[in-house]
C-alpha cells in the first residue's frame, strides 16, 4: 500500500567480483571432501563458472533465504552487505519525489526489468542475485546504482514434484507456500507456486480498538516446452493481491510542546520512542493493491550454437481507491480531522520487448548483443484533506463555512518509451589475458501532466479550495527527449585457475523527470536532468585453502554527476522567491571496500561473511534545507539553508554480515543449528542536521535450531529473529507538525514487526 508521505515534506549483470552468500555443499571430483562444488552465474547473461567472471553480484539462495526468514524484496539488506538500509547499493538509492522519477536501482524477475511495476514478495525463488554499481550497459536507465536480480525456479521435465512449507509466529505472523510441478510427456512441464502471507502490525489504534493487519497472496504459473534441443519457450504469468484494514504504522515517539502531548494524553498516548499507540480516526479499512505480470521467452539455438533470446512482457499494478472522499491515510494519528485523508491511487503499466544474439562459449571472442524496447505509463492520483489543526480550522470556519473541510489533489500522467543497442564483448588475447568491452545507446522520450485539483473538482467531492494549502500542487505539461551511450570496458588476469584479478571501468545512465508534485517558479528547474555515474573497480577472486573456501576483495570508486535529489534553489530573475525544489545536486561519491568469504571448513559446518565500507559523500558545498530542529532552536542560519551532514543520508560506514550453519547425522534424521548477525554503524536519518535523526550502532541477532530428513523430503525448525529485541526505529519530523500544535518539534516512527524480537516454527516437506 502506498500513502503520499513525501509529498507532504515538500538477468544478471558484469561489473567486478562475485560471492554466494549460501551454504554450499562439498565437491564429489577432489580428494577433498570439503572442496566447495563450482559455482555457476549468468552474470553476463551466458552460464559461466564464478572464477571465469569479472563480475561484482552478491548471489543469495533459496536456503539462505529461508534461513534468514527472507520472504520480501526489501528485507535483502539482512542478506546483502551493499544493500543499505535506504534499499540503495552502496548508498546510493533514488531520491527525491516525483511520480516521473526513474529508480536507482532496478529490480529483474526472470529477465523482465520491472520499471515502476516491482514485486514485493519472494517465494519458489532458486536465487537472488544483487549487481553493485552502475549496470546501464547491459540493463538500461533505472539501474545507475545496481540490479536486484530475481530468478525463480523452472519447471522440471524430469519429474512430479509436491513442495510446501508453513510459518507461524509471534505478532500473528503465518506464512504458506505450496508447490507443484508436473511434467507434460517429456518436453513440457508445469509449475505452479502459490503464497500467502498475513501479519499484524505492532501497532493499536486506541480510538477504535484495533491492530494493523495486512495480508497478501498470489501465485506463479510456469511452462516449459522444449520441443528439440534448440529450441524452448518458457512462459510466465505472476500475480498478487494485498490489503490491508487501514491502520497506521506511525507512531509519535517525541512531541516538544504541551499542546501536543495533552491532546496525545487525552487518547491515553505518552509519546516515545517505543510508543506502539495512535488515536486515528482517518482509517480505511480496504486498502489493496493488485500486480499482475506476463512474459514470454524464446531461445533458439543456432548452428555452432549461436543463441538467439526473444523475452517479451507486460506488467501492471494498480493501487488504492479512486475518486476517494471520506477519511483514510489519517496523516496527523490524533482523533480530530488535521488531515484524516491522504489517499493515493494508480496504476503502473510496462511493456518489454528484448532481443538478444549470444556467441558460444570458449571462443576467442564472446559476446553477446541485442535490442531492447519499453513503454511505461503511470498514472496517479491523490487527494489529502482535513481542517488543518487550530491555527486554519477557525479560518475555514469564518471564510466558508462551519466546519468547512479543506483539500488538495493532484492527477498526474506519465508516459515514456525508448529503445537501446547493447552489446558486450570478452576478448581472450592469451589464456591468462582477457579484455572487456561493451557500450549501449539509448533513445528515450518522456511526457508528464501534471494537473492540481481546481476549486470546482473540490467543492464536487466535499471539500473546499483554501489557496494556501490546495493550490501547493503544480500544472505542468512536460516532454523531454533524450540519448545516451553507457559504456563499460575492463581488464581480466587469471593468474591461475584458482586466482583471478580484475580491473573495469562504467559509465551508467538514470533517465530525467520532471518536476510534477513541486511548484517550481523558474521554468528552468521543470525538468530534471538526467543523472550520469561512473564507477572504477579493481578485484581479486580466489579459491583458497585447498578450495574450502572462496574469497572476493572489490575496492570501487564511484563518482555521480547531477545526482537527483532535493537542492536548493538561490533566488534570480525568474525565480525571485529562494527555495527547495526536487532538482540535481553537481555530484555526489561513494567509494569502499567488499570483502565476502565462505566455504565449508569441517564436514557438516559451513560459513559465510560479508564485510563492507562505504564512504558516501555529498559534494562540496551542498546546500540543503534547515531541519526542523535547526528551526525551532534558532540554530538555523539566515536564508533557512545549512550544509549537509557529513555522509550521505542513511548509509552505515561499516556492514558485517556473518552465518553459519552446523548439521550432524544422528540416527535417520539430522540436526543443524543456523546463526546469523548483522552489524551496521550508525548514520543520520536526514541531509540536514538533527540530533533526532540519528540512528545508533545496530546489532541483530538471529537463529535456526532444526531437524530434518538427510534427503531434503521434510524439516522441522523454531527460529528467531533480533534474539536481544534490539530496539532501532526510524524516525522522521511529523509531516503535520506545523498543524497539531506540535510547534515543528514533533517527530514520528515508523513501527513494524521486524524492530522486536521475532520466533516462530517452520515446516517444510517436498514430496
Known amino acids: 500500500m502506498k500513502r503520499t508521505w513525501g ?3 515538500a538477468s544478471l549483470l558484469p561489473a567486478c567480483s562475485l560471492s554466494v552468500l549460501a551454504f554450499p555443499a562439498a565437491a564429489q571430483t577432489t580428494d577433498n571432501v570439503n572442496a566447495l562444488e563450482e559455482v555457476v552465474v549468468t552474470a553476463q547473461k551466458r552460464t559461466e563458472s564464478i572464477q571465469d567472471v569479472p563480475v561484482t553480484v552478491t548471489l543469495v539462495n533459496s536456503e539462505f533465504l529461508a534461513q534468514k526468514n527472507i520472504t520480501a524484496v526489501d528485507e535483502l539488506s539482512r542478506a546483502v552487505p551493499s544493500i543499505s538500509s535506504n534499499n540503495g547499493i552502496r548508498g546510493v538509492a533514488t531520491g527525491g519525489f516525483t511520480v516521473s522519477s526513474e529508480q536507482a536501482v532496478a529490480t529483474v524477475l526472470d529477465g523482465v526489468v520491472m520499471g515502476r511495476t516491482n514485486i514485493n514478495n519472494l517465494f519458489d525463488v532458486q536465487r537472488v542475485e544483487v549487481l553493485s554499481g552502475p549496470q546501464g550497459m547491459l540493463f538500461g536507465k533505472n539501474a545507475s546504482a545496481g540490479v536486484i536480480n530475481i530468478v525463480t525456479n523452472a519447471p522440471d521435465l524430469s519429474q512430479f514434484e509436491l513442495i510446501g512449507s508453513v510459518d507461524f509466529g509471534n505478532f500473528e505472523r503465518e506464512r504458506e507456500r505450496l508447490t507443484v510441478n508436473a511434467p507434460i510427456g517429456s518436453t513440457a512441464a508445469l509449475r505452479l507456486s502459490l503464497q500467502n502471507n498475513s501479519q499484524a502490525s505492532p501497532v493499536r489504534n486506541l480510538l477504535t480498538n484495533t491492530t494493523g493487519e495486512s495480508e497478501s497472496y498470489g501465485g506463479r504459473l510456469r511452462f516449459l516446452w522444449e520441443p528439440s534441443d534448440s529450441l524452448s519457450l518458457n512462459l ?10 487501514g491502520e497506521s504504522t506511525y507512531t509519535h515517539s517525541v512531541v516538544g510542546t504541551p499542546a501536543l502531548a495533552n491532546m496525545l494524553a487525552a487518547c491515553g498516548i505518552v509519546a516515545s520512542p517505543r510508543n506502539r499507540s495512535v488515536c486515528s480516526e482517518g482509517v480505511y479499512t480496504n486498502n489493496s493493491e493488485h500486480r499482475y505480470g506476463a ?5 533458439y539455438t543456432l548452428p555452432n ?5 526473444s523475452i517479451t512482457a507486460q506488467r501492471e499494478v494498480t493501487y488504492g481507491p479512486s475518486n476517494f472522499n471520506g477519511l483514510g491515510g489519517d496523516t496527523d494519528l490524533l482523533p480530530i480531522n488535521i488531515l484524516s485523508t491522504n489517499m493515493p491511487s494508480g496504476e ?3 511493456f518489454s520487448q528484448e532481443i538478444r544474439f549470444t556467441s558460444p562459449a570458449g571462443q576467442t571472442v564472446e559476446f553477446v548483443t541485442g535490442l531492447f524496447y519499453y513503454d511505461n505509463t503511470t498514472e496517479a492520483d491523490s487527494i489529502q484533506a482535513g481542517r488543518l489543526g487550530p491555527t486554519f480550522a477557525p479560518l475555514l470556519d469564518l471564510f466558508f463555512y462551519p466546519g468547512a473541510v479543506t483539500a488538495r489533489g493532484y492527477n498526474i500522467n506519465v508516459d515514456s518509451d525508448g529503445w537501446a543497442a547493447f552489446g558486450q564483448a570478452t576478448i581472450h588475447v592469451t589464456d591468462k ?3 572487456i568491452a561493451g557500450g549501449r545507446y539509448t533513445e528515450e522520450a518522456l511526457s508528464a501532466v501534471s494537473r492540481r485539483a481546481d476549486a470546482a473538482e473540490l467543492a464536487s467531492r466535499g471539500f473546499v479550495f483554501f489557496p494556501a494549502f490546495s493550490g501547493t500542487f503544480p500544472n505542468v505539461d512536460q516532454e523531454v527527449d533524450t540519448d545516451n551511450f553507457s559504456w563499460r570496458a575492463g581488464v581480466q588476469y587469471d593468474w591461475t585457475p584458482d586466482v583471478m584479478t580484475f580491473a573495469t571501468v562504467a559509465r551508467g545512465y538514470k533517465g530525467p523527470a520532471v518536476n510534477d508534485l513541486a511548484a517550481v517558479s523558474d521554468p528552468s528547474l521543470v525538468i530534471i536532468d538526467e543523472e550520469i555515474p561512473t564507477n572504477y573497480e579493481v578485484g581479486v577472486r580466489a579459491n583458497i585453502f585447498d578450495r574450502r573456501i572462496f574469497a572476493s576483495a572489490t575496492v570501487f570508486h564511484t563518482k555521480i554527476e547531477d545526482f537527483q535529489t532535493q537542492v536548493y534553489v538561490p533566488s534570480s530573475p525568474s525565480n525571485p522567491t529562494p527555495g527547495f525544489a526536487n532538482g540535481n545536486a553537481p555530484e555526489i561519491t561513494t567509494q569502499g571496500v567488499d570483502i565476502q568469504m565462505f566455504g565449508e571448513l569441517m564436514d557438516g559446518l559451513t560459513f559465510n561473511t560479508g564485510v563492507i565500507y562505504t564512504d558516501a559523500q555529498y559534494g562540496d558545498d551542498f546546500i540543503v534545507a534547515c ?13 533557512g539553508t545549512t550544509p549537509s551532514v557529513d555522509n550521505l543520508a ?10 553459519g550453519e552446523y548439521a550432524r547425522q544422528v540416527g535417520s534424521f539430522e540436526l543443524f543449528v543456523q546463526t546469523d548477525l548483522v552489524y551496521e554503524t550508525g548514520f543520520s536519518m536526514s541531509a540536514s542536521p538533527d540530533p533526532f535523526l540519528v540512528m545508533p550502532d545496530r546489532t541483530l541477532v538471529g537463529a535456526r535450531l532444526g531437524v530434518r530428513s538427510p534427503d531434503g523430503r521434510w524439516g522441522v525448525s523454531l527460529w528467531g529473529r533480533n534474539l536481544f529485541d534490539n530496539y532501532y526505529p526510524t524516525r522522521s519530523p511529523d509531516p503535520v507538525g506545523g498543524f497539531n500544535g506540535g510547534g515543528g518539534r514533533s517527530y514520528i516512527s515508523t513501527q513494524t514487526s521486524n524492530l522486536y524480537r521475532t520466533y516462530g516454527v517452520a515446516v517444510e516437506f517436498r514430496l
Open 295 to 299: 512474459s514470454a521467452q524464446v531461445d
Open 348 to 350: 503502473d503499466k510496462n
Open 650 to 659: 542513511n548509509v552505515s560506514d561499516w556492514r558485517v554480515l556473518v552465518g
Open 305 to 309: 550454437d549461436y543463441v538467439i533470446t
Open 236 to 245: 510466465i504469468g505472476d500475480w498478487e493481491e494485498s490489503r490491508s484494514n
Open 433 to 435: 589475458w582477457s579484455l
Open 627 to 639: 531541519s526542523s530542529y535547526q528551526t525551532v532552536t534558532n540554530t538555523c542560519p539566515a536564508g
Open 7 to 9: 509529498a507532504l515534506r
